[in-house]
T-cell receptor, first 114, second 109 residues
Framework: EAQVTQNPRYLITVTGKKLTVTCSQN?????MSWYRQDPGLGLRQIYY???????DKGDVPEGYKVSRKEKRNFPLILESPSPNQTSLYFC?????????????FGSGTRLTVV | DAKTTQPNSMESNEEEPVHLPCNHS???????IHWYRQLPSQGPEYVIH???SNVNNRMASLAIAEDRKSSTLILHRATLRDAAVYYC??????????FGQGTRLTINP
């Protein structure tokens, strides 16, 4: 089944403890992206990647890092999480950079930083 | 970012058609119109997209106005599982989808 898989689904951590949220897609998509969703603010893009070793900032990149060493994986790294990064995170992928393709989203990771 | 305007909420009955409107008066010639929906506790799900012509797929139909300044997502026969937030988005060639607040669709049994 074609899908975007995120892990973990739920995570509770403490301030300052580095964590990684993994994202993997099995569709050979070139484009991958991370979003966070917060009440009243909707979905906002954190980082995106147009291909292996090509990443760029989205609208809210502060406090996050990403890497794209392989086409299928696009992990989101929080080096020193803070409570304001408590949110629902989604990874998405797309075959290419054209708007003529639909995006596939993962099921989400609910992160709580205490 | 190109702006879309959708009603905050809509309500319909099961097994009836649903027409979800979206205004996008600032659309430019190369902007694709995407629709996604988000069910409770799930990630956004692609529904349909189009550029100029009306589009049909197994989930829905997309009717695009001739001037492209508005579009309508049509669910032909709503079920309870169609209750979700529906997002109308203009894809402008940037590497992101800009989500608005969407329309919360309630389906009554």
């Amino acid at each position: 089944e074609a899908q975007v898989t995120q892990n973990p689904r739920y995570l509770i951590t403490v301030t300052g403890k580095k964590l990684t949220v993994t994202c993997s897609q099995n569709m050979n998509h070139e484009y991958m992206s991370w979003y966070r969703q917060d009440p009243g603010l909707g979905l906002r893009q954190i980082y995106y990647s147009m291909n292996v070793e090509v990443t760029d900032k989205g609208d809210v990149p502060e406090g996050y890092k990403v890497s794209r060493k392989e086409k299928r994986n696009f992990p989101l790294i929080l080096e020193s999480p803070s409570p304001n990064q408590t949110s629902l995170y989604f990874c998405a992928s797309n075959p290419g950079t054209g708007g003529s393709y639909g995006y596939t989203f993962g099921s989400g990771t609910r992160l709580t930083v205490v | 970012d190109a702006k879309t305007t959708q009603p905050n909420s809509m309500e319909s009955n099961e097994e009836e058609p649903v027409h979800l409107p979206c205004n996008h008066s600032t659309i430019s010639g190369t902007d694709y119109i995407h629709w996604y929906r988000q069910l409770p506790s799930q990630g956004p799900e692609y529904v349909i997209h189009g550029l100029t012509s009306n589009v049909n797929n197994r989930m829905a139909s997309l009717a695009i106005a001739e001037d492209r300044k508005s579009s309508t997502l049509i669910l032909h026969r709503a079920t309870l599982r169609d209750a979700a937030v529906y997002y109308c988005i203009l894809w402008k060639g940037a590497q992101k989808l800009v989500f608005g607040q969407g329309t919360r669709l309630t389906i009554n049994p």
